[in-house]
């Protein structure tokens, strides 16, 4: 007859193996069956904006493929960080938070000291979607395109100004990369938000800028704007006609701004792995298509290795600029 306090020992440490490499019959169908209730989608940023229908795009086929509610709460403050930094501690495994180029490939540099720690706190889920950034110039200065404009800026530095919404701004960036890029100097006026930036590119007293699609491609179309150069890879369905940078001679250049899907490093993986593959196939949907098309947003949906390794080469690809043009945060 075996030992009963041995055979009580072997299936305990049987049962504690089983447990933590998550093979547990109870814990296999709890991983199975996620999300058991209601999920919440963070999105760091204040109602409104690009951040906002690609969340809402997207919970809404989730809700869909996932069984659950995903419904999208906005919490904005410290550029991202007062989210991130919650999601970071959430623990009920339904909490996930909208990853942007700021919070993940920009503040890193930027801030001192964060609360949240972007590579060990997070899990990378997809990538979602970029939006595409448009250079602008006001029609009166005497360029087409932005050879003509570099050139210009060349012959006269420190004399030409641009416009953003603010110091680390999507904008800022976009334009110290291509000042480094070209090796030219344009003299940085910073505003507080996309609106007092644009009313003074309209009137004339900004010679360009640089901002996302969706807030500009109505004046562009009523020639209040022109558009020089767009900063993805490919040419936008909006403006055929417009040649991208790496068209105009910066080959490699890119600057989109970009939104991602992350839940907290405590996401079990077969939790992680069913909505990597659900977030992956909402975004290419119908229906998100045409949401996010409106916006001029460009459908992505990756894998996590895939969104991991974008990550790390936005991290690569912002992190000189940021060093050399002194970048802080207002």
Known sequence: MADSSFTRRHWLETAAAL???????????????????????VVPFAPGGSSEIVARATAAELTKSLGQSVFVDNKPG???????????????????????????AVNPYIFDKLPYDPAKDFR?????????????VHPDLPVKNLKEFIALAKSKPGRLNYGSAGNGSAGHLAMEYLKMASDTFILHVPYRGTGPQLTDLLAGRLDAASVGAPAVLQFIKAGKLRCIATGTPQ??????DVPTVAEQGYAGFEMTQWYGLLAPASLPQAAADKLAAAAAKAVREKEALDRLANDAAIAVGSTPAEFAAFIAAEQKRWKPVIVRARIKPD
């Not at 019959?25 to 709890?30: D, F, H, I, K, V």
């Not at 040419?235 to 055929?240: E, F, K, T, Y």
């Open 19 to 41: 447990g933590a490499a998550g093979l547990l019959p109870g814990a296999a169908r709890a991983q199975a069956n996620w999300p058991t209730k209601a999920v919440r989608f």
């Open 78 to 104: 410290g550029a991202g960080n007062v989210a991130m930094a919650e999601v970071a501690r959430a623990d009920d495994q339904h909490t996930l938070i909208l990853g942007h180029i700021g919070t993940l």
């Open 124 to 136: 990378p889920i997809s990538l979602l979607a970029k939006v595409p950034s448009l250079y602008l």
């Open 235 to 240: 040419r936008i369905a909006q403006l055929p």
